[in-house]
T-cell receptor, first 112, second 115 residues
Framework: KQEVTQIPAALSVPEGENLVLNCSFT??????LQWFRQDPGKGLTSLLL?????REQTSGRLNASLDKSSGRSTLYIAASQPGDSATYLC???????????FGTGTRLTIIP | GAGVSQSPSNKVTEKGKDVELRCDPI?????LYWYRQSLGQGLEFLIY????????KSGLPSDRFSAERTGGSVSTLTIQRTQQEDSAVYLC?????????????FGPGTRLTVT
């Protein structure tokens, strides 16, 4: 059974700093991995999707990497802004399952 | 274009009542998913529809939960005899096909509170 873990559970950093969020998964047989952000009381906004054949994806100040063999992904946020404050979730789509298995999320607070 | 929409956005109901939650997927998307997000449980899968295939109901927590998808588009999640532990945010997602590599797009969710 696939299990997804995100560390840390919460993170506070001053505005302008670069930061890294971590995601690990137990079964490397995956189709892809997605990073989402969730604002309080809102749904999920997809940030980046990395297919299993890819090593990284970039969108603006965000860069996500995938090391499938070690079961790890990182989300790098450059030059953080207060608007980046949200909960960040990673989710994997595993072989034999069409559904996403989610991590518990990292609650990020950017301090102005 | 329009994204995934869900209604209602909030629902408060008394314990024991039935509720229906609606999801309108992105037009043309053949795959539709329901997930639940509750405190202490994180985000968990409930049910998956793909085209005309039999749905994957493996995530439904009890037989009080059921879902249907009419005409391959709109889906309704029904919870009968609601319990307080059913309080959660119910999220719907759709994707463009049966290929699991397709990205899933999420709706804003329905916040259900059972009093």
């Amino acid at each position: 059974k696939q299990e997804v873990t995100q560390i840390p559970a919460a993170l506070s950093v001053p505005e302008g700093e670069n930061l890294v969020l971590n995601c690990s998964f137990t079964d490397s047989a995956i189709y892809n991995l997605q990073w989402f952000r969730q604002d309080p009381g809102k749904g999920l906004t997809s940030l980046l999707l990395i297919q299993s054949s890819q090593r990284e994806q970039t969108s603006g100040r965000l860069n996500a990497s995938l090391d499938k063999s070690s079961g790890r992904s990182t989300l790098y946020i450059a030059a953080s802004q207060p608007g980046d404050s949200a909960t960040y979730l990673c989710a994997v789509n595993s072989f034999g399952n069409e559904k996403l298995t989610f991590g518990t999320g990292t609650r990020l607070t950017i301090i102005p | 274009g329009a994204g995934v929409s869900q209604s209602p956005s909030n629902k408060v109901t008394e314990k024991g009542k039935d509720v229906e939650l609606r999801c309108d997927p992105i037009s043309g998307h053949t795959a539709l998913y329901w997930y639940r997000q509750s405190l202490g449980q994180g985000l968990e899968f409930l049910i998956y529809f793909q085209g005309n295939s039999a749905p994957d109901k493996s995530g439904l927590p009890s037989d009080r939960f059921s879902a249907e998808r009419t005409g391959g588009s709109v889906s309704t999640l029904t919870i009968q005899r609601t319990q307080q532990e059913d309080s959660a945010v119910y999220l719907c997602a759709s994707s463009g096909g049966a290929d699991p590599s397709y990205e899933q797009y999420f709706g804003p969710g329905t916040r259900l509170t059972v009093t």
